[in-house]
């Protein structure tokens, strides 16, 4: 059998893979440059290399310490 849903995840999965809820995932789903998401009548599912590529984005290096002047 078919499955064309194989590379997608649904809400619940999507959300317990990021160790959020729901409503979260849904928040960060409605903001801009926020997760892409497939409507599919009344069910929302996302792309897992899409989730995967968002959670890069999000990646930010920390600033170096700064040394404190010598007195």
Same mark, same amino acid.
């Given at each position: #059998? ?5 590379d ?5 999965? +999507? +959300?317990?893979?990021?160790?959020? &809820?729901t409503?979260t995932?849904?928040?960060? &789903? ?7 998401? &497939?409507?599919?009548?009344? *069910? ?11 959670? #890069? ?11 404190? +002047? +010598? *007195?």
């Amino acid at each position: #059998m078919l499955n064309l849903l194989e590379d997608y995840a649904d809400r619940e999965q +999507a +959300a317990r893979a990021l160790n959020i &809820t729901t409503r979260t995932l849904d928040r960060w &789903t409605d903001v801009p440059g926020g997760i892409p998401s &497939t409507r599919i009548g009344h *069910r929302v599912y996302f792309r897992k290399g899409a989730l995967q590529t968002w959670i #890069m984005a999000q990646e930010r290096q920390l600033p170096t310490p700064r040394r404190s +002047a +010598a *007195r």
